[in-house]
Structure formats: C-alpha cells, structure tokens
C-alpha cells in the first residue's frame, strides 16, 4: 500500500503514476470513473494490470469492465471514511505535510490493527 499527499487542486489521475512507481505491479487496479484515461490504461496494459474502470460519459466506445470487481471498491470509500473518524486527518490540523502523512499512517495502522 502506498499513498501520496498532494495538493486539493491537483486531479487525482495526476498521482496515479506516481503511486504505481511506489508499489509492485497489481493484478487490478480499481478506480471510479476520474481514471478514464487512456494513458492509465495504456500504462496498466504494459504491466499487465486488469483496469476495472467504468467508462466516462465522453468516451464515444465505452470500455467495459468487471462489474463484479468494481463492488468490491466500496471497501475503499469505506477505508477513507474510516480514516475521517479521525479527527486530526478529517480536519487536517498538522500544518507540515510529514506531520500530516504521519497522521493517516498511525491511523491506517491502527484501522487495520482492529
């Protein structure tokens, strides 16, 4: 598991290189529909990483994908809100970013511990 810390007005797609460089080669990637691109795509065939990605509405032929996979990304949404129960991270009071990320790993931590 990786995770980076990057600015509000930053697209989440933006990251997802990053993060892949961080971790080994998945078997499946699942994400919502804000990592439609073909690029992502492109760059998971090359290591042979199954895209569960749904479509977005602008794409003239849309990609299928695994229905059945996909419901399994609620447990995602449910680790992020698992996360906000916290205060500290879902108000963001640490001002240095390590501080910060410090925050979301004791809690990821301890939200896996339990």
Same mark, same amino acid.
Request: glycine share 2%; proline share 6%.
């Given at each position: 598991?990786?995770? =980076?810390?990057?600015? #509000?007005?930053? /697209?989440?797609?933006?990251?997802?290189? /990053?993060?892949? *460089?961080?971790? %080994?080669? %998945?078997? +499946?990637?699942? !994400?919502?529909? #804000?990592?439609?691109?073909?690029?992502?795509?492109?760059?998971?065939?090359? $290591?042979? =990483?199954?895209?569960?990605? %749904?479509? $977005?509405?602008?794409?003239? /032929? %849309? &990609?299928?994908?695994? $229905?059945?996979?996909?419901?399994?990304?609620?447990?995602?949404?449910?680790?992020?809100?698992?996360?906000? *129960?916290?205060? +500290?991270?879902? $108000? +963001?009071? *640490?001002?240095? !970013? &390590?501080?910060?990320?410090? !925050? &979301?790993?004791?809690?990821?931590?301890? &939200?896996?511990? =339990?």
């Amino acid at each position: 598991m990786a995770f =980076t810390l990057s600015p #509000g007005n930053h /697209a989440d797609i933006s990251e997802a290189p /990053a993060l892949l *460089d961080k971790c %080994p080669a %998945p078997a +499946r990637l699942l !994400a919502d529909k #804000g990592y439609d691109a073909n690029s992502l795509r492109d760059r998971l065939a090359a $290591t042979q =990483t199954e895209a569960v990605i %749904p479509s $977005t509405r602008s794409r003239k /032929a %849309p &990609i299928p994908y695994d $229905t059945e996979a996909y419901r399994d990304r609620n447990l995602i949404e449910r680790a992020f809100c698992r996360l906000k *129960d916290w205060r +500290r991270i879902a $108000t +963001r009071y *640490d001002k240095l !970013a &390590i501080n910060f990320e410090s !925050a &979301i790993a004791l809690a990821a931590i301890v &939200i896996w511990w =339990t």
